[in-house]
C-alpha cells in the first residue's frame, strides 16, 4: 500500500521513508500521540495531501509518484472521520447512494439497501442524520464510505466520540462488515486497548515519526 513514503521538510520530516501493506480482509491499527503523523498518513493515501517522495499503491496500481498523483475521487479508498461528516441536508439513503456511482437507478437502490441492512440502520433509511444518535451516525458514515466498493478503508478515530457501550458495538460491527468485504483497512486509534482488540497488527507512532516500518 506504502513504500517509502516521505512528508514534510527539512532535517526531521513528519514521515520519512515509511512503508506499510495491509492485505485484503485485514485490519492494522496506526497508534500514537497527537502530532506524530498518524492523520497525515491517512489523508496521504486518500489523496488530500501530496507526499515529498514514496508511493502510495492500491492494488499494486501507483496513485503517487514522480509526476503523478491520482484525485481522491479516482482512488478505491473510503475514509470515515471522528466526526461522521455526513451531508446534513440529506437523508440517511441519500448519503449512502451519494456514494454509489453506478448509473443504473435499480442497481443503486439495491446496493443502497444492502449497506443499510447490513449495519443495521435499514429502518433509519428516510431520517435526517440530525435525528440520529451518535452510533446510528457512524453506521451511516460506514454505509456510505463502502458505497464506493472501496479496496482500502481509512478509519480516523471513528469511535472515540462514542460511549463506550455503544462504541463497543459499532466497532465490533464495523470490523466484521470490513473483513467480510473483503477491505484492507487501516485504522488510527489512540487507545491500545482498543488497537490490541482489533487490529492484525499494530503500527506505534512516536512524536516525530521518521523510521521506516514495513508490516
Do not use: W, Y
Amino acid at each position: 500500500m506504502v513504500r517509502d513514503l516521505t512528508f514534510g521538510f527539512g532535517d526531521e520530516p513528519l514521515l520519512d521513508r515509511f512503508s506499510v501493506k495491509v492485505s485484503p480482509g485485514a485490519v492494522q491499527c496506526v497508534l500514537g500521540p497527537s502530532g506524530s503523523g498518524k492523520t497525515t498518513l491517512l489523508r496521504l493515501i486518500a489523496g488530500l495531501e501530496r507526499p515529498t517522495g514514496g508511493l502510495v499503491l492500491i492494488d499494486g496500481q501507483p496513485m503517487t509518484r514522480s509526476g503523478v498523483h491520482v484525485p481522491p475521487e479516482r482512488r478505491a479508498v473510503g475514509l470515515v472521520f471522528q466526526d461522521f461528516a455526513l451531508f446534513p441536508n440529506r437523508t440517511v439513503r441519500g448519503n449512502v447512494l451519494f456514494g454509489i456511482r453506478t448509473s443504473g437507478r435499480a442497481e443503486r437502490a439495491a446496493r443502497c439497501d444492502e449497506l443499510l441492512h447490513r449495519l443495521g440502520v435499514e429502518a433509519l433509511a428516510d431520517r435526517m442524520p440530525s435525528t440520529l444518535s451518535g452510533g446510528e451516525q457512524q453506521r451511516v458514515a460506514i454505509a456510505r464510505a463502502l458505497a464506493r466498493r472501496p479496496r482500502v478503508m481509512l478509519l480516523d478515530e471513528p469511535f472515540s466520540s462514542l460511549d463506550v457501550e455503544t462504541r463497543t458495538a459499532v466497532r465490533a460491527e464495523t470490523i466484521s462488515v470490513l473483513r467480510d468485504s473483503d477491505v484492507a483497512t487501516l485504522m488510527v486509534t489512540h487507545d491500545p486497548s482498543e488497537a490490541d482488540l482489533i487490529a492484525d497488527d499494530v503500527i506505534r507512532f512516536k512524536p516525530s515519526q521518521t523510521t521506516t516500518k514495513i508490516l
